[in-house]
T-cell receptor, first 111, second 114 residues
Framework: GENVEQHPSTLSVQEGDSAVIKCTYS??????FPWYKQELGKRPQLIID?????GEKKDQRIAVTLNKTAKHFSLHITETQPEDSAVYFC??????????FGSGTKLNVKP | DTEVTQTPKHLVMGMTNKKSLKCEQH?????MYWYKQKAKKPPELMFV???????INESVPSRFSPECPNSSLLNLHLHALQPEDSALYLC?????????????FGPGTRLTVT
């Protein structure tokens, strides 16, 4: 089965700095890689996703890169703000609706 | 309507009780999911229904019994649970099978087993 590893488990940055979170996956059948932000007591919210036929995608301050050969993908947040503080999860999905999540990164943006 | 709803929001049940969690979506999605999330852990996939048929069961104990009465509704029937089953139970939906699509999550049911 799929194994998704996520690093780091915690990340503390100063407001305005960039944050990078990295994930690796093991199953070549995975072709969809979403990133979720989850605030305490709330549901996971999709912030960006990328499919296996694309190498990079950007949405304002958030970008995701995918290296299919190396089986890793990364989330980049620029100009971080205190409201970016949350737990971020990467995930890998396939055409059979199997989704596996990484272990999560707690991001703390210090004002 | 781009929302997945779940009821109840909170549930406390004893180990001998029988209860059900309910999930509903009206986005025309044909795949629906149950996840279990323990504190400070990622969501863990439990079940997937695709076109109202159970397509994935991630070796979940039989004390959890899913049901998909129609394309908009998903239930999770609970019976003889253990205290370690206490968790946030999340429902999600996506467009269908064949191509991976964005999942929309419900707010979850916080379950406590006493």
């Amino acid at each position: 089965g799929e194994n998704v590893e996520q690093h780091p488990s915690t990340l503390s940055v100063q407001e305005g700095d960039s944050a990078v979170i990295k994930c690796t996956y093991s199953d070549s059948a995975s072709n969809y890689f979403p990133w979720y932000k989850q605030e305490l007591g709330k549901r996971p919210q999709l912030i960006i996703d990328i499919r296996s036929n694309v190498g990079e995608k950007k949405d304002q301050r958030i970008a995701v890169t995918l290296n299919k050969t190396a089986k890793h993908f990364s989330l980049h947040i620029t100009e971080t703000q205190p409201e970016d503080s949350a737990v971020y999860f990467c995930a890998a999905g396939d055409n059979f609706n199997k989704f596996y999540f990484g272990s999560g990164t707690k991001l703390n943006v210090k004002p | 309507d781009t929302e997945v709803t779940q009821t109840p929001k909170h549930l406390v049940m004893g180990m001998t009780n029988k209860k059900s969690l309910k999930c509903e979506q009206h986005m025309g999605h044909r795949a629906m999911y149950w996840y279990k999330q323990k504190a400070k852990k990622p969501p863990e996939l439990m079940f997937v229904y695709s076109y109202e048929k159970l397509s994935i069961n991630e070796s979940v104990p039989s004390r959890f019994s899913p049901e998909c009465p129609n394309s908009s509704l998903l239930n999770l029937h609970l019976h003889a649970l253990q205290p370690e089953d206490s968790a946030l139970y999340l429902c999600a939906s996506s467009q269908g099978q064949g191509v991976s699509y964005e999942q929309y999550f419900g707010p979850g049911t916080r379950l406590t087993v006493t």
